[in-house]
């Protein structure tokens, strides 16, 4: 006897195979077929998440049986789990900043499929130079702000500041407080200073520029 087609959907058929020739008994044989696809990645390929933040995201495939998963690379505090109906789940709380390429494969009697998950860990900024600063009447001075924080913050300064000094965001997470402070200007300036990377909240500063 031939099985024999082209199948049109997939899935698992058992049936009953029988042979008979008016001899007892019968023989029968429980027979299964199985029609199957190749896995296919049908999640996104990149994702993003927060220091300090619980994060969750489902990886999910197409393909019959369901494919077993392989990875690599996985953000510290975060674990990445096969769910074992051709979906996975990476979650935590991640605990450190950076770019995370995952390399992920979808593995079945089929075939097997790979893609790299690009995994964004975000980090609010975060302040860290001193919140103070003194510049002298007739001298070029320069103070640096620093922060932390992922992606590099944007830094800006409201607040009025000495003629001949200038602030100055030099767009890598840091940003320049310098100049030759015009005679006349000697006092006290409080500005405040303002960190911004898209990744809540914002990082403000109350500073003093003394002159």
Same mark, same amino acid.
């Given at each position: 006897a031939t099985i024999s087609g082209t199948p049109t959907a997939t899935g698992t058929a058992n049936i009953t195979i029988t042979a008979?020739?008016?001899?007892?008994?019968?023989a029968t044989q429980p027979f299964t077929v199985v029609v199957g696809t190749a896995p296919a990645f049908t999640s996104a390929d990149s994702t993003t998440a927060t220091? /300090?933040?619980?994060?969750?995201?489902?990886?999910? =495939?197409? @393909?019959?049986? *369901?494919?077993?998963?392989?990875?690599?690379?996985?953000?510290? @505090?975060?674990?990445? =789990?096969?769910? @074992?109906? @051709? %979906? *996975?789940?990476?979650? /935590?709380?991640? %605990?450190?900043a950076g770019t995370y390429a995952m390399s992920l494969s979808a593995v079945s009697g089929y075939g097997t499929a790979q893609q790299t998950l690009t995994v964004t860990v975000q980090q609010a900024p975060s302040i860290t130079s001193d919140n103070s600063a003194t510049l002298t009447i007739g001298t070029q001075g320069t103070f640096t702000v620093a922060t932390t924080g992922s992606p590099n913050a944007a830094i800006s300064e409201s607040g009025a500041l000495p003629s001949g000094v200038t602030f100055v965001d030099n767009g890598d997470g840091t940003a320049t407080l310098s100049g030759n402070a015009a005679t006349g200007t000697d006092g006290s300036y409080p500005i405040t200073i303002t960190a911004s990377n898209g990744v809540s909240p914002d990082a403000t500063q109350s500073f003093t520029l003394m002159v």
């Open positions: 008979s020739n008016q001899i007892s008994p019968d220091v /300090g933040s619980a994060s969750s995201f489902t990886v999910t =495939t197409s @393909g019959y049986p *369901a494919p077993n998963f392989g990875w690599t690379n996985v953000p510290p @505090g975060m674990t990445f =789990t096969d769910n @074992g109906d @051709g %979906t *996975a789940t990476l979650s /935590g709380t991640p %605990t450190t």
